[in-house]
């Protein structure tokens, strides 16, 4: 395998093959608190081996516990496990256990074996969303541009007007009205503002004339978006101020666009794509990163928080979705996981048109650095999306993202801060919501006038 | 095999490459070296795992994620 440095502002290096596994993250969410099998998730501490995790187990009282590494290839045959106390997983640290309440307290105050959390094992269920759902919105959305046409609202802010309900307007998407994007003079000119997603439509119509600078970092693969995602991000960071024939749905519309193609056609990519495309962006001087990308998992990975924390001294903001793990109407708050659980990358949670908290935007983990920092639209966002469709309305804490970092590139614009001075900026300037910080953080982000 | 990332203590970031030179030694098949950011991606045999933690000036050996979108016909990306 070659060396390949990537530490010349000019240099990118397209990325040897590396190993896919398959994800267990995202398209799976916690069901509700009451949703629960009945046994104990215990996670350690990577430092110890697993024969001190395994020990520690036992000192509670749980004597005879399997572990997949008595399974050929780590293929845990359940049905063999059955009788046993507890099942330790070696890959992953974590041991499922079925455990007395003495035992269980015995773990919880156990100082051996480096356990980190004993937490109820949660049924899991496939996300979906319930029947007949994509109709009703679909007949709401009909009934919403029907009264726009009939009787346009001509950009009224609905805040204004004493009500907290947004809605698109022929002008303007609510995201912006909500974000004041909609009233501010600033465009992010001189601003490098990087996405890294799924690469970005170079053919989409409403982006002709723009600086565009794009790089893949999946093999095999150009930075044409195969999947959409990064084509809407990038349309609700980037897009134009007068897009013909739609309303405006994008941010900072003379910044510098730097597309990243970090996950490839299937949504998928690995550390060595994504920190391949940070450190271009960092090398190439980007004020802002928009990740809408995470990992469900809990724990802080320390090379997240140094990238982080070396992408601010090199003047770099890198700003990351919160995740969709909650599922609040059956209780699961969720929680942020990696990279945007580290302390030194923004978390963005997802509010609605009511400035509510989105169904499936996660909680601030309790991690240091886990915390929610800002929150931006994520539901029912309207922007670009692959042609021939033009156009797409989804939701996500990744529609969330590139509302906190256009406005970012805006902030940057007007201020002339960076790095941790921009972090503080947005979150001085976002709007207070009468909601908790572990699910908004400091509120609303709010562009500069 | 894991493909890995290590990350570079900070009063190691201007030798980066003679760190990584280490790791190599060390049995890493080193793929990038990250120098913005003081991180190197590659790979390495299980039983080789524990020595890369024992070089001089790394401060993490970590198992690689995987990121994972919805489709793009899901409502909730």
């Not at chain 1, 397209?14 to 994800?23: C, F, H, L």
């Not at chain 1, 929150?375 to 993202?401: D, E, F, H, K």
């Not at chain 1, 406005?407 to 908790?436: D, I």
Request: aromatic content about 4%; overall charge negative; some cysteine.
């Amino acid at each position: 395998m070659t060396l390949s440095r990537l530490n010349n502002r000019e240099n990118s290096v397209m990325i040897p093959g590396s190993s896919e596994s398959v994800d267990a993250g995202n398209g799976v969410t916690g069901a509700g608190a009451g949703e629960t099998t009945g046994r104990y998730v215990v996670v350690f501490a990577d430092e110890d081996g697993e024969a001190a995790h395994v020990a520690a187990l036992r000192a509670s009282g749980l004597a005879n516990v399997a572990s997949s590494n008595d399974f050929d290839a780590q293929a845990l045959d359940v049905t063999q496990t059955q009788d046993a106390d507890g099942v330790f997983f070696s890959e992953l640290g974590v041991a499922v256990v079925t455990a007395e309440p003495s035992q269980l307290s015995s773990l919880q105050s156990s100082d051996r074996g480096g356990i980190l959390a004993v937490e109820p094992e949660l049924v899991f269920h496939v996300l979906s969303q319930p029947r007949g759902r994509d109709y009703m919105l679909g007949y709401r959305d009909g009934v919403t541009d029907l009264c726009e046409r009939l009787a346009p609202s001509g950009g009224v802010d609905a805040a204004a007007a004493g009500t907290t309900s947004f809605q698109d307007t022929a002008q303007f998407t609510w995201g912006l009205q909500a974000t004041a994007v909609s009233t501010s003079s600033r465009s992010g000119r001189g601003v490098k503002l990087a996405v890294l997603d799924t690469g970005f439509d170079l053919n989409h119509p409403d982006f002709v004339g723009r600086s565009i600078t794009a790089q893949s970092f999946i093999p095999g693969e150009t930075p044409q978006d195969g999947h959409g995602h990064g084509t809407h991000c990038i349309g609700t960071s980037c897009g134009p101020k007068t897009p013909v024939g739609t309303r405006r749905y994008g941010i900072a519309y003379d910044a510098d666009i730097f597309v990243g193609k970090v996950l490839n056609n299937q949504g998928s990519g690995t550390d060595t794509n994504i920190l391949a495309g940070i450190n271009w962006a960092v090398a190439n001087r980007c004020q802002v990163l928009s990740m809408s990308l995470g990992a469900d998992v809990r724990q802080v990975s320390q090379r997240y928080e140094r990238v982080g924390r070396r992408a601010l001294a090199a003047g770099s903001l890198i700003i990351a979705a919160a995740g969709n793990n909650a599922h609040r109407s059956v209780g699961d708050p969720g929680f942020v996981g990696i990279p945007a659980n580290s302390q030194s990358i923004m978390a963005v949670a997802a509010v609605d048109e009511q400035l509510a908290v989105a169904n499936f935007s996660a909680r601030s983990n309790p991690v240091r650095g886990g915390q929610i920092d800002v929150a931006g639209p994520g539901v029912r966002v309207y922007s670009s999306w692959l042609m021939p469709q033009r156009y797409n309305r989804i939701s996500g804490t990744s529609m969330a993202t590139p509302h906190a970092s256009g406005v970012a590139a805006l902030l940057c614009e007007a201020t002339g801060n960076v790095a941790g001075q921009l972090w503080s900026t947005l979150t001085q300037q976002a709007q207070r919501l009468p909601l908790p910080s572990v699910d908004v953080g400091a509120g609303l982000v709010q562009a500069p006038q | 095999m894991a493909d890995i990332t290590v990350t570079v203590s900070d009063d190691h970031l201007a030798s980066i490459d003679e760190v990584a030179e280490v790791l190599r030694d060390n049995g890493m098949h080193v793929g990038q070296v990250h120098a913005a950011l003081g991180v190197i991606s590659g790979s390495v045999p299980d039983d080789r795992r524990q020595s890369l933690e024992a070089v001089d000036g790394v401060e993490a050996v970590e198992e690689e994620n995987t990121f994972q979108l919805p489709p793009p016909s899901s409502p909730i990306q």
